[in-house]
């Protein structure tokens, strides 16, 4: 299993940005998908689930309504829209086989003031 998050940057808040997760070593079309993210000194904490066909999502309370997770199975890559963030949004972005992080990759930075 190998997954490469990326598109984190450093921006403002009321912003908006874009991250990916580039998967392979595995069928990805058979996996529900997360994204999860981890501040610094906190736990890793739960954004968002995708259905294997990409037509059924699920978000944590606090991005709910500003996130949207989507994916793209012919490419075997997954998305994450960030819209309106906010400061408390800060953390390194990850995606992973389940809510414990199993598979997931080195992260993608997302830093907003």
């Known amino acids: 299993v190998q997954l490469v998050e990326s598109g984190g940057a450093s921006v403002q808040a009321g912003e908006s940005l874009a991250l990916s997760c580039a998967a392979s070593?595995?069928?990805?079309?058979?996996?529900?998908m997360y994204w999860l993210r981890q501040a610094p000194g906190q736990d890793l904490e739960y954004v968002s689930v995708?259905?294997?066909?990409?037509?059924?999502?699920a978000y944590g309370r606090l991005v709910k309504g500003r996130f949207t997770a989507s994916r793209d199975n012919a490419k075997n890559v997954m998305y994450l829209d960030l819209n309106t963030v906010r400061p408390e949004d800060t953390a390194t972005y990850y995606c992973?086989?389940?809510?414990?992080?199993?598979?997931r990759g080195p992260g993608t930075q997302v830093t907003v003031s």
């Open positions: 992973a086989q389940d809510k414990q992080g199993t598979g």
């Open positions: 995708i259905n294997r066909k990409g037509d059924n999502t």
């Open positions: 070593g595995f069928i990805f079309s058979d996996h529900v």
